[in-house]
């Protein structure tokens, strides 16, 4: 079945400091969602990209959605507290009734 | 707009106990899951409805889970007997009217087995 890696599991950064996380797909995607879950809450819809190369910001945030549909990207720009956090990404499986496959996050650590 | 409404926030209970959870989604919104997030992991998909029908639960343990959701609107999870390793959040999450679509969630229940 359809499979999501994301990568890497965690991420420790000073504050101020950029961050990355990548997202891979074992097939083709109709869309990449993102959501964000603080600490001791629930993941929050962050942004979905449908088409092939999409890029989408949001302030220090962007997006990108590879051109074959298989992967994606989360990029945040000068690192805040409150980025802090776990970033998922996931998938609307193709075929019968579009699951979404989540990837299994990635953990941004702000180092004090 | 009201979100994804959960209850209860929080359970204990000792393993081979019963225990149920309810959901009350988005009003709308056609498509609910159920989720079971462990510590550290991303959430795992129990059950998608579409409406009032099940339209995915091929990860749903049925020997021990069900799930219901009367009329299309909300939903509850059961749990019988529980086992130790369904500690976890159970995360209800709702779309709407196409699946694959934005999901909003609620708040969960945090599941302790003891």
Redesign the interface.
């Known amino acids: 079945g359809q499979q999501v890696m994301q990568i890497p599991q965690y991420q420790h950064v000073q504050e101020g400091e950029d961050f990355t996380t990548y997202c891979n797909s074992s097939t083709t995607l109709s869309n990449i969602q993102w959501y964000k879950q603080r600490p001791g809450g629930h993941p929050v819809f962050l942004i979905q990209l449908v088409k092939s190369g999409e890029v989408k910001k949001q302030k220090r945030l962007t997006f990108q959605f590879g051109e074959a549909k298989k992967n994606s990207s989360l990029h945040i720009t000068a690192t805040q507290t409150t980025d802090v956090g776990t970033y998922f990404c996931a998938g609307p499986e193709k075929g019968s009734n579009y699951q979404l496959i989540w990837g299994a996050g990635t953990k941004l650590i702000i180092k004090p | 707009e009201a979100g994804v409404a959960q209850s209860p926030r929080y359970k204990i209970i000792e393993k081979r106990q019963s225990v149920a959870f309810w959901c009350n989604p988005i009003s709308g919104h056609a498509t609910l899951?159920w989720y079971q997030q462990i510590l550290g992991?991303?959430?795992?998909?129990l059950i998608?409805f579409q409406n009032n029908g099940v339209?995915?639960d091929s990860q749903l343990p049925k020997d021990r889970f069900s799930a219901e959701r009367l009329k299309g609107v909300d939903s509850t999870l059961k749990i019988q007997p529980a086992k130790l390793e369904d500690s976890a959040v159970y995360?209800c999450?709702s779309s709407p009217n196409?699946?694959?679509?934005?999901?909003?969630?609620?708040?969960?229940t945090r599941l302790t087995v003891v």
């Not at chain 2, 196409?98 to 969960?108: C, I, K, L, N, P």
């Open positions: 899951y992991q991303g959430p795992k998909l998608q339209v995915d995360l999450a196409v699946a694959g679509t934005e999901a909003f969630f609620g708040q969960g």
